[in-house]
């Protein structure tokens, strides 16, 4: 039995782990695409293996053409398909600055990765999808991006990393109307505060929202949480939602008095 393969950027790290794992212990050939030295992530990357050896790991960035297309060969050399895209790899502005301030170094650097690396990797990814359509058996590929409540939610000292998010939200609509005729089912889902490397410098600010009722739910979230709706997308039990986003923030998204 040949296993089906997920291929997931930022894979090895937060919630690119927790989902990298959660696919492996569902029977799929795991795919990285990582920044990082193999070297620096390997306790990560053992984890998983823990569960699968059938993973392959590709240092590169998300923003650099060569890289992606280096990842997508990657995958189709080791397993021969892709089944599941999940887009999950994204960058913060190196340095905060109000939005009058704002360079545009820094606005390139940060949609050139989020945005137009993810845009052109979906692509890349759906082509591959489309050309293995009614070529393997049972075959129903999905492909499914992690944005965020920075999608909507206004932070002026990062606007560039909130456009990204609000850019890849449409993205989704986009790839979603495109490929609904071929099969390809495409969704979004959006975490809100997720306990994470990324999200530990601002704990103290975030515990004391959470206590104080930011959340309808008064917890953090965990990578888990995302890992889980990842799960159900993949399961096939949503296939007439294609489209659709998931907000995986404990409510945050609801409008209260």
């Known amino acids: 039995m040949i296993n089906k393969a997920a291929a997931i950027t930022g894979g090895a790290r937060g919630i690119g782990l927790a989902i990298s794992m959660q696919l492996a212990s569902e029977g799929y050939s795991i795919a990285i695409l990582g920044t990082s030295p193999e070297e620096k992530v390997k306790d990560n990357l053992e984890q998983i293996r823990a569960i699968t050896d059938d993973i392959v790991y590709v240092q590169g960035s998300l923003g650099d053409a060569g890289d992606r297309k280096k990842f997508i060969e990657a995958v189709l050399d080791r397993y021969g398909r892709l089944d599941v895209l999940v887009n999950n790899a994204g960058v913060a502005p190196k340095k905060r600055m109000d939005l009058l301030e704002t360079t545009e170094e820094s606005f390139d650097y940060v949609l050139g990765v989020n945005l137009k690396g993810t845009f052109f990797l979906t692509q890349a990814a759906a082509n591959v ?4 359509m009614n070529k393997i058996p049972d075959y ?5 991006t992690i944005s965020s409540i920075s999608e909507y939610t206004a932070s002026v000292n990062r606007g560039e990393y909130c456009i990204s998010k609000a850019g890849l ?15 390809i089912l495409v969704y979004e ?11 530990s410098t601002v704990k103290d600010k975030y515990n004391k929202l959470i206590s104080e009722g930011l959340l309808p739910f008064k917890r953090w979230g965990d990578p888990q949480d995302v890992a889980d709706a990842v799960s159900v997308l993949c399961s096939g039990k949503l296939a007439y939602c294609t489209g659709q986003t998931i907000d995986v923030d404990g409510g945050f998204h609801i409008r209260r008095l």
């Not at 999808?129 to 293995?132: G, S």
């Not at 790839?175 to 099969?183: I, K, N, P, Q, T």
């Not at 889902?189 to 999200?199: A, F, L």
């Open 129 to 132: 999808m489309l050309k293995a």
């Open 140 to 144: 129903n590929p999905v492909i499914i």
């Open 169 to 183: 939200g449409m993205m989704t609509k986009l790839f979603a109307d495109r490929l609904a005729d071929e099969g």
């Open 189 to 199: 889902i959006r975490p809100g505060i997720i306990r994470t490397d990324m999200t």
